[in-house]
Every structure is written in C-alpha cells, then in structure tokens.
C-alpha cells in the first residue's frame, strides 16, 4: 500500500525562505520538505524538515547524489529554483520517473528555449506573438536604425542569462561595438518603453492546462527580481497568456515578463520556475504550493484563473537567519 505522506525536495534553495515555507504549511502534517544547497550558509536550507549540503551542479556524480537523497528520503516530487539546473531536471526526468519522484519541470526542449533569448523570440515570432525586437547579427539591427525600424537606446544582453546579469542599456553603435568586441554570445533587444508586468502561471502537470495565472505591475526591480509590485486582473491579457502556454506546452509553475505598450502586450522572457516575485501571487491567494501538491497525489486542478484581488501591493524587505550549529564554519568565501 502506498504511502499517503508526500515529500517534497526542494534543489538550490538559497535565499527562497518563503517557499520553503510555503510548501511546509501546504503538507502540514502530511510530509515532509527537504532542502538542498551546495553552501551551509544557504538560509533557506534551515526552514526546511531536513537538509543536505551537496556538490555544485557541475561537479560529477550530481546527479547520483540527487537521486540517492531522493531515494532514501521517499521523494515524491522534486523542484529546483534556479535556472541552470531546470534543464539538468528537465534533461534526467526519466531518472526520477524510474524511481518515483516527479520533476514539477517542462519538458527539455521548452526548458531551453526559456534559456535561450533569441530562441523564444524567434518562436513568438513565428506563431504570431507581439514580442520584443531582438537581433543576433548588429549589422541587421543597424540596417534597422538607418530605416527608422528601431531606435536607441537598446540593451545589450546575454543571450543565456539571467538575475539581470551584464545587461547594458546603450545609446550608440560605438558601445554596441565596444560591447561586442569584448564578449561573445550577445544579442541586441529594443527598449520597451512601457508598462511591465509579471504573470505567475500554473499549468496543470496532469490535465496540461493554464489553472493559474497571477498578475501583477512591476513597480521596482533589484537584481532583476520584483521588489515592489501591484496585482492587476485583465482578461484580455489572461487569454492571451492561456493561448501562449498552450502553445508552448509549458507544464507546472512558470513567470512570464510582458510589456504593455499603447495598449498592446508584448511578451518578452520565460522562466520556466518560481519567479522571485512569486510570494505576491501567494499571499494573495494564489496557492501554487496546494495544486502541486494535488498534481502528486493524481488529482487534476480546476481552473483559478483570475481568483484574486487588483489593487494589492507586495512590498519585500531583508530579514536575518542566524544560525549557530553549523558543523564545518570552515566555508570558503562565497563569490
């Protein structure tokens, strides 16, 4: 007979104390979450029932040691928060399958399209999505500026990236070409000059449907996460979310960026994960935790799309972990 108890891992916790959290008040009694990280001074290790401090992700035989926590731990799902790692989960799915844990991760290729800019760009594209401008080859983009096309300023981006990482906004083709000369892997995108909002989604990991979406105006970034923010319910803009996902056959929790320019919406980036801002969407009542939770026991969700309130506001602060118990003090600076 199996067992009713669900626990769930939680891979790369760091800093994400509140979701940790969430997960512990949605099982209640009735499993445990377990954390892992490869630093002992990840805070978000300490909220969780049990922890395990594991090798980076790029070391060998990671995979081994995930599977073999999973294992003796009697996961039943595993999710990861950081965006390297969704498509090693996404990449080993069949691994956890045979075992009997479940990655709340999409499918592979959709997980490297998120990750690849110009990718999902070209995808928008071609199924017939307004989405933000963006080119691999500067001397299109400056063929585009001579035609009255694009204009500055633009920014300059990875095209892997993420956490707003060695993103420049530029005003000329001189730092266009300074930019270029010293890194590889660039791309140019236009400068939306509008509204942003943020989308919390949930797709049902067992009937493959939109059963959440949350929404709210980006009113400050840090570090390329939502630091202050706004719900906003608008249903033209959740049928065009609903459309998109469906399209993309995107499965579990996932954070689109959209932009509202003259009235019109523009999808711009995927992360195929928990976005930072997502404690907004629960503490408003979008409980993604509780669907995940069904998805494991076999039960479908019905559809909550909309289920808030407009008008509430997320404000984040710092908070403090301290700690005194950990066994090695002897860590190495953290970069």
Known sequence: MMNNNINILILSCGTRNKIVQY???????????????????APALYEADKHFIVPRMSEEGYL???LSICRENDIRAVISLIDPELCFLAKHKQAFLDIGTIPIVSDSDVVEMCFDK????EFLVQNGFQ???SYLDKEEFYNDVDAGIINYPVFVKPVRGSASI???????????????????NLM?????????????????????????????????????ETDKSVSIKDEQLFELIKKFVRET???????????????????????PRFGGGYPHAYESGVNVPKMI??????????????NYDKGIYMMKFNDVRIIRDIADINYKKEV
């Open 23 to 41: 997960f512990k008040k949605e099982l209640d009694d009735r499993g445990q979450v377990l954390a892992t990280d490869c630093s002992d001074l």
């Open 64 to 66: 081994e040691v995930i």
């Open 118 to 121: 110009h990718k999902m760009f």
């Open 131 to 133: 989405t933000v401008k």
């Open 166 to 184: 060695n993103i420049s906004k530029v005003t000329s083709q001189e730092e266009i070409e300074l930019l270029f000369s010293r890194f590889d």
């Open 188 to 224: 140019i995108q236009e400068f939306m000059d509008g509204t942003e909002y943020g989308a919390d989604v949930y797709i049902d990991m067992i009937s493959s449907e939109p059963v959440a979406i949350y929404v709210k105006e980006k009113i400050k970034m840090r570090a390329g």
């Open 249 to 271: 056959r995107f499965k579990g929790i996932i954070d689109i960026d959209i932009f509202k320019v003259n009235g019109e919406y523009y999808i711009s980036e995927v992360n």
């Open 293 to 306: 939770i069904n998805n494991i026991h076999g039960n479908a969700n019905a559809e909550a799309i909309g």
